[in-house]
């Protein structure tokens, strides 16, 4: 069992940038994939960022690309999302999840353990 603490959000304005974070404990933190999606309100929960356990391959969502760097620390079971130039359309909930996998996937389903959620709200 994993379990995930997300951290970071909060009310910013256009542009600005936030850094959320994600906590996990349980089992051992690897090899998982780790990733990060958001769910904006009645839509689907969409892949943002994704990284292997090493950090060598990183994947974002065209949406983001350029904007969203996720990274990751293994010696302290963290992961992160710096969000940088942040638009309206960024506001959603942010959850971090694990894939217990080496290889990123993008598809929510084939994630296995989810935190909470972070609220991240951008205003124009």
């Known amino acids: 069992q994993v379990q995930l603490v997300e951290s970071g959000g909060g009310l910013v304005q256009a542009g600005d940038s936030l850094r959320l974070s994600c906590a996990a404990s349980g089992r051992a933190f690897g090899p998982y994939t780790m990733g990060w999606f958001r769910q904006a309100p009645g839509k689907e929960r969409d892949f943002v960022a994704g990284i292997n356990y090493s950090g060598s391959n990183t994947y974002y969502a065209d949406s983001v690309k350029g904007r969203f760097a996720i990274s990751r620390d293994n010696a302290k079971n963290t992961v992160s999302l710096q969000m940088n130039s942040l638009k309206p359309e960024d506001t959603a909930v942010y959850y971090c999840?694990?894939?217990?996998?080496?290889?990123?996937?993008?598809?929510?389903?084939?994630?296995?353990?989810w935190g909470q959620g972070t609220q991240v709200t951008v205003s124009s």
């Open positions: 999840a694990v894939h217990v996998s080496g290889i990123v996937r993008s598809r929510a389903s084939e994630y296995d353990y």
